[in-house]
């Protein structure tokens, strides 16, 4: 950015040097790179602001920006830094979860100041007062009378009407003025005006409950040329300025455009495109406004007043249903106390569990006792050692931690972290025991289970009433999914559940929707049906998409008993019934409580509810009587590597290298045949390179898997006949017809015609086949004939062998 050139040469700042002209843009487009990507941080320079709508995700942004911070070399200084609030003073501006406001103090600064006496202090009066133009509908109009004083060749008087705008401008600064939020999901609406002398502008949201909400407004004074447009052309000036204006907001957004001016729809609103006639400018203007996806609306001017006043109006509207935590970058102890919370949501590991083992006293001396001798009960006065002595003969030292039976002793540092690791799910006390007695042991865990659970608020505050009576139980089913209980659950945040709960194990399936239909239904029961079968029986209540006819086509179809219980007696239909009220208070719990999205939590109560052990199921889980097993959970991780399910080691391979096999030699990815080779060496226990024996006296070698080879069988006499070797076409001239053999011995001892035709490195044949040619000697490996049953007669030697000469 700056370069010194001095008699000693060119120098350049290591470092941005204050005081330069584009050292305040370097140092932004720094800013702006570092915060790249992290979702609900702003920031001007070194003023950063960070919201989101609830205090868990606003923590997680804290992380990722404390993260960019450390990774780009800056600091923080915490007596600079604001966390937590509610509402905050932001460049200017007052800022909340209801919007924006101009800063009390700053609009008291502009009160105090006094009346212009050039054109220098209006200048400088007007500059501050439009910092919070954007407040004030038809400011312009306000500030007309000032404005003329700044035109060219107008001698600077100061008049009652000046004096009048200067003091309007005051008074409507310090009058109740707030803006929304902009949001994206909101429905926007633009809308623009004109007057003789000037045009404005305002952006708005619709909210749900119908309320129409400022967000910005604008405005500016139009030019002598301006000034003599048409009327609709200055009406259509004031949507395009409107579009411009906001053009950020809107781009890729749909919205709605208003205007006051009927002539406009014409132009700017017709299917059939632009008139033909229409003036020039105006068709440059609605060629500039295609970019905008808009649908523009008519409103009359009696009704088109609210922008003028909305800005004013809006304080007294209700604040939206969602907060909104906005706060500044600081270090503080509530920081490293989230940042500890979130470590201890992780699961525990065995190996924590282990250190922690290590460095409980208490646990040290179990381990002692174990090992060596338990003194007599009479001895011990801890009563925590009495717990573990009265069930010592349980007791066990796996891997440095304390095991009872199938159960891991657990250090009371870390008891209340498991208790919150069981408890994610805020299932009940009785649920809660199941799954820690299968799982961990602590002395006293039965009572801490409870304080925790009749501590929990969450749990407390969606707790249900005790039934009055006691229903009729349906028998409970021979066999898992032979029969099932349906019913909706809903609407929770928009969405329906449709819950089906198997009659004999319990398991339950979730299907979440919008539609409630009989489609809709009978398309989730195909999807379970494929999993597990189509059961037997079907129990549901009268629901209209359990009545139609297209329900009961289809039982009748698979064959299955459809069973509607009593009109407006819920209780008959008890299992879906049950189960849909322990789904709404525990997604209750997860959502408004734990601050999950609804799809994480649905899937965080399935898996909890379908692991934990009841005892409708003799302290079974309902994952083990529908599938045969017990689920794997993050509390499986605090078993010892010991006590865990080994993987099955893999199958021992038929082949070996040296086997005769028939191997698939494939011309495409469809047509192969079997062709007789060796396999000369192998890959792990599946994989082999196996050498195949072309009778045209070519070799090919090949990767197969075993899956691709068989063995080759043969008469077991001819293998007890044959040498240990297979003879080359030389050995069979030396030995079977007699002749002498070369001065020359082959330098291949063993294996003469197959180390001959191998390449060096064997393992350039990975997948791929690969061809070895004839060089010298030819390479098929013939097997010796065999021996005959009767005398042989003379041999002769071949005709083609007459001409060669026999040393």
Known sequence: LLTINTHRGLFQFNRLSPGVKPATGAFQQLMAKMCAGLKGVDNFLDDFIIYSATAREH???????????????FHLRPEKCSFYKSEIKYLGYIVNAAGIKPD???????????????????????????????????????????????????????????????????????????????????ELIVAGDASKTGVGAVIMHRFPDGQIKAIAHASKTLTSAEQNYSQVEKEALALVFALEKFRRMLLGRTFKLQTDHKPLLRVFGSKKGIPLHTANRLQRWALSMLGFDFGLEYVSTDHFGYADVLSRLISNHPKPDEEFVIANVCVEKEVKA????????????????????SSDPTLQLVTRYINTSWPHSKLISDS??????????SLSVVNGCIMMEDRVVVPEVLSQRILRQIHRGHQGMERMKSIARSIVFWPNIDADIQQLVRQCGICAMAAKSPAHHQPQPWPRADGPWKRIHLDYAGPLDGLYYLVAVDSFSKWPEIFATRSTTSAATIRFLFEMFARFGIPE???????????????????????????????????????????????????????????????????????????????????????????????????????????????????????????????KLYSNAEKWKWVAGTIIEAFGSVNFNVLLEHPSGRRKLIRSHANQLRLRYEDPGYHARQPTTAKSPLSILVDDFGLKPPTQPSS????????????????????????????????????????????????????????????
């Not at 923590?59 to 070399?73: M, P, T, V, W």
């Not at 038809?138 to 004096?163: M, S, Y």
Request: charged share 25%; with cysteine; proline share 9%.
């Open 338 to 357: 989230s940042l500890q919370e979130s470590v201890d949501d992780l699961p525990l590991s065995f190996k924590k569990l282990k250190t922690a083992t």
């Open 104 to 186: 009390p103090e700053k609009v008291a600064a502009i009160s105090r100041m006094p009346q212009p006496t050039d054109v220098s202090t209006l200048r400088s009066f007007l500059g501050a007062a439009n910092f919070y133009g954007k407040f004030v509908p038809e400011i312009h109009r306000i500030r007309r009378p000032l404005d003329d004083l700044l035109k060219k060749g107008n001698k600077f008087v100061w008049t009652g009407a000046c004096q009048e705008a200067f003091e309007n401008i005051k008074n409507v600064l310090q009058s109740d003025l707030l803006l929304t939020h902009y949001n994206p999901a909101l």
């Open 748 to 807: 291949s001892a063993q294996h003469p015609a197959l180390l001959a035709d191998l390449p060096d490195d064997t393992d350039e044949y990975e997948s791929a086949e690969s061809e070895v040619e004839h060089t010298a000697q030819p390479a098929v490996v013939e097997p010796a004939p065999s021996i005959p049953s009767r005398p042989k007669r003379p041999i002769k030697l071949p005709e083609r062998l007459k001409n060669f000469v026999m040393g």
């Open 384 to 393: 925590k050692l009495k717990a573990f002595h009265s069930r010592r003969d």
């Open 537 to 663: 029986t079907i129990i549901t209540d009268n629901g209209s998409q359990f009545c139609s006819g297209e329900f009961k086509e289809m039982c009748d179809k698979l064959g299955i008993i459809h069973i509607r219980t009593a009109p407006y007696h819920p209780q008959s239909n008890g299992q879906a019934e049950r189960f849909v009220d322990t789904l709404k208070r525990s997604l209750k719990k997860l959502v408004e409580g734990e601050g999950m999205p609804s799809a994480e939590a649905l899937q965080t109560f399935l898996q909890v509810y379908r692991s934990t052990p009841s005892a409708v199921l003799n302290g079974k889980s309902p994952a083990e009587e529908m599938l045969g097993r017990p689920m794997r959970t993050t509390l499986d991780l605090l078993r010892p590597p010991s006590h865990r399910d080994s993987p099955a080691g893999p199958p021992q391979a038929k082949f070996s290298t040296g086997s005769t096999v028939y191997a």
């Open 59 to 73: 923590d997680e942004i804290l992380n990722a920006l404390f993260a960019r911070i450390q990774e780009y070399g």
